[in-house]
């Protein structure tokens, strides 16, 4: 996959350094996996689709100010949403020390004013609102809402990265409104009082 071909043929907008920092994420992740085994992705092609997986969404989310990212992992896909906003502040949490690092790494590195990495689990973190919280392959959309009770008020949004399975998540109790964004490899739920 080109990645670059394929966002401007989705028409997805962004920074002009969007590419060069994604470049220089991709070169330290590649030499990190190699010790630490950050993540899945272990060719350019596979890291290439999970960037457009995390970018994706850009296309039809709303501005925000704040974001959270539960469970970031190796970025994805709270670093790569905050190389595309960078008007947005990004709460990067992250639990597991190795994959801390590297995020607080590449965050020097690249020198992200809107990053903030947080090496804790969500639930021993001090409550606080943001405009919107995303998480990917961390745990269902009910431990999810759990997770993020004490981080969203009436007007937060929460995106959730998701497989097929997402159908069977979705249930008659869940109260607030949402709506699934199906791609070709990933299902996007969106969830929120005001869609």
Known sequence: MDLKTTLANDKIEL???FFQKVQ???EHLFKWNKVHNLTGAK???MLNAFIYDAVF???FLPKVNSLMDIGTGAGFPGLILAFALPDTQVTLVEPLTK???FLQFIKADIGLKNVKVVKKRVEDMQSEIF???TSRAVTDTQMLLRLSENFRDEHSKL???KGEKVFDEIDTNLNMQHKII???NRHYLLLGEEL
């Open 182 to 184: 199906e791609t070709k």
């Open 57 to 59: 969404p850009i296309s």
């Open 24 to 26: 220089r994420y991709k």
């Open 15 to 17: 920074p002009d350094d």
């Open 131 to 133: 405009e919107l919280i």
């Open 159 to 161: 995106l959730f990265y």
């Open 43 to 45: 060719n350019e092609q």
């Open 99 to 101: 994959r801390a690092s």
